[in-house]
């Protein structure tokens, strides 16, 4: 497995990911978690080296799942995780932030104490909270990287204002958005500002949760628990209207023997040196598919072609309901 440097850091992590919320939540049936320690443990063999995960995917479950698979290789392993959730007064789907300094401690710990380890390798705030200024955030930030607790500094879904404020007080090492070729926003502004500030790009959902793999139609029908259900380009109509990027995939792939799934990671990884996708997946088959993909190689005519067929594509449907789209960008 090859390895890239998030921004300016140091921080080593392998070119490849794994994306762990689907092994606990949002995807519909929960996963036998036995398989999916195993599944863990066949990542790290692979090369994998850089594993996702966050409080508020189970809640809780997903940490201590990821904890539990990976403690007898922690010295090998990079752990992300987040905080910045409100989980004890609000329910599920629409939690409350709390970004407060005292609050990011407490999470720190618990945590700490689910991954069973002494020490976060990346602690990204989840989401931005309006009610506390950046600069405090950043300052619990720094206080528990001075404790030992925590090495790295993240933020997901932030503002360009924010990274700048929050960058000024205790350096960030990576910004967790979502980027694909069916969602391109980042380019414009934050891909720019990460290159002159030296900051690492995480994308997650890095096949559009599974759309860009080729095996979802808008014949497809979701669990009833799956989070997909309630994102607008998810619906059937959108599906279909987007099956023309999957085709697009599907033909640079056939060029390259190489899936859909693997010319999308591909060309993510052809954007920058210092993007890290993060693919989630349940199945040993598709963890070997994405890993694959590292090796794929795309030359500047290949991109060129890509990028020239995909401005050609309008994506429909917007990737969060209106709720969730607020709680980005800020």
């Known amino acids: 497995m090859q390895k890239r440097t998030l921004g300016r850091s140091g921080l080593e992590v392998s070119a490849l990911g794994l994306g ?47 904890g539990e698979a ?6 090998q392993v990079v752990i992300a995780t987040k ?27 618990a945590s700490l104490k689910r991954l069973k380890t002494d020490y976060i390798d990346l602690f990204y705030q989840h989401r931005v909270d309006p009610k506390v200024p950046i600069e405090d955030v950043a300052g619990a930030m720094k206080e528990l990287i001075d404790a030992g607790k925590v090495r790295h500094f993240g933020l997901s879904e932030p503002g360009l204002e924010t990274i700048r404020r929050a960058h000024a007080v205790q350096p960030v090492t990576a910004i967790q958005n979502e ?23 995480v994308p997650y959902s890095p096949l559009g949760r599974g759309f860009l793999t080729g095996k ?3 014949s497809t029908t979701f669990e009833s628990t799956d989070f997909r259900n309630i994102l607008p380009r998810f619906s059937a109509e ?20 190489a899936t859909p799934a693997q010319i999308a990671l591909a060309w993510l990884l ?14 040993l ?24 067929a995909a401005s050609k594509i309008t994506v429909e449907g917007e990737r969060y309901p209106e709720q969730l789209q607020r709680m980005t960008g800020l």
């Open 238 to 257: 959108a599906r279909k209207a987007n099956q023309t990027l999957v085709d697009l995939l599907k033909s640079i792939g056939e060029s390259k023997n």
């Open 83 to 109: 905080f910045g959730f409100n989980l004890e007064t609000t329910g599920q789907p629409t939690w409350g932030v709390d970004s407060h300094p005292g609050h990011i401690k407490e999470v720190a710990d």
């Open 20 to 66: 762990c919320m689907g092994m606990s939540t949002s995807y519909g049936r929960t996963p036998d978690k036995q398989e999916m320690i195993s599944l863990l443990r066949a990542a790290v063999d692979r090369g994998v080296t850089f594993f996702d995960t966050a409080e508020v995917y189970g809640p809780f479950t997903n940490e201590e799942l990821v």
């Open 216 to 218: 979802i139609d808008e």
């Open 179 to 201: 980027y694909s070729l069916w969602t391109r926003t980042p380019e414009a502004e934050v891909l720019p500002l990460l290159e002159e500030l030296g900051i690492g790009f």
């Open 285 to 308: 088959n598709r963890l070997e598919e994405n890993i694959g993909a590292v090796e794929v190689e795309l030359s500047a005519d290949d991109l060129r072609e890509i990028d020239n």
């Open 70 to 75: 990976l403690s007898p290789v922690r010295d």
């Open 270 to 283: 052809a954007q920058k040196p210092w993007i890290v996708p993060i693919p989630g997946t349940t199945k």
